[in-house]
């Protein structure tokens, strides 16, 4: 009964180690914060969840959305998300936050002392690596396209030399404070060497200066299910549009009226995820806020700004004024395209959210056409109408004279 019992006891401790080294693990830490005692919160999300918290670090948030995210996993955004900047720009003194991710793909163990005094949460299924990197390439799009800062960060790409330098990873550094690293495998002892001495760099330089860490382990693909829908809430054919349209910010960083030497300010994580989604339903055409208008028009499909149309004040009777605004889509953003013999088209647009083409020109080309043909038709019907409708001489057969008779 005990070897039974025993054997029992094995299959679930194997089961649970299995299930374990299944899961994706995440490490992220901020250097506002400071190190932690020890590696806190045993968290288990979804990937769609990782993906927006990941997004925010990064501060990529205009490209996704929270719609429809459940009270549970906005707690989990806002506890492993890096501290928002204030609203209306940084102190003259500040200086913008260095935005690191590692994605480190074929690693099932992270036994690394650097780690120690990290946040972390797992992430469970396990994407496939495929998925990882892809997510790594709508992310590295998704930077290109955010306004460049003041700054470097020579010493940050100084610590990743040795890893960038390997064929097989991938180093995104943009001119905006965002680097993005993807290790693709870590095999063998001196790669894990290699890869432990560069997060203790990142990590000292985290401790020296405004940065924000998020790395990421994905185990071997033999552990890891890869199916036809990217767990990550990716398609291939909206990251494909997104990286084509290169979508500016929702929220552009601007400079601080009230303080002329400040710095950017930071974007909100409220804006559309791709702006490739399709709209349905009908789209009203006034909106009560700015963020309002460009959630529900997914920031006028690229294709224009919401604007404020008008707004009004009324005076109720107990003498307090209430203020309605109206904001709605201004259509300012016509795509051009250039044609295989150099020559360009370019295509206006139209509607609530931006998202019809307008067809005022060639409505006028076919309504023109149409209607020229249809004069040409009638005028010739009415040139015959009169031919035919003209006398014919009395005597048809005037002065020509038969043949005599005999």
Partial sequence: MRLFSLYWLLCAASSTVAAASTAAKVYVFDSESGPLDSASSLDTIDAATARLILAQRLGLGQYHSILGVDDESIRQINAFSSKQQALFGYDRQSKPVSRLLIVIDGMDEQDFPTLKGFQTFSISPAPHPEDSFQLFSTFASEAASIPTVDGDDHQLLKA??????????TLKAFANRRVLLHVKTTKGVEQLDLLGK?????????????MSLSIMFIPRASKSTKTSKNPFGLTKRAAKAQRASQEQPLISKQQSASSPGASLVEEEFVSPFLASKVLSGPIPTCFSSRSACERGTNNCTS??????KWSTETTNEGGSVSKQDCYGCACTKPEVRTNSDGSKKTTKFGGAACHKKDVVFPFWLLAGTTIFL???VGFGLSMLYEMGNQELPSVIGAGVSGPTAR
């Fill in 303 to 308: 294709h224009g700004s919401c604007i404020l």
């Fill in 198 to 210: 560069t997060l203790q760099d990142v990590y000292s330089l985290a401790l020296e200066r405004k």
């Fill in 160 to 169: 990743l030399a040795a890893e960038a330098e390997h064929p097989e990873n």
């Fill in 374 to 376: 249809m004069g040409i």
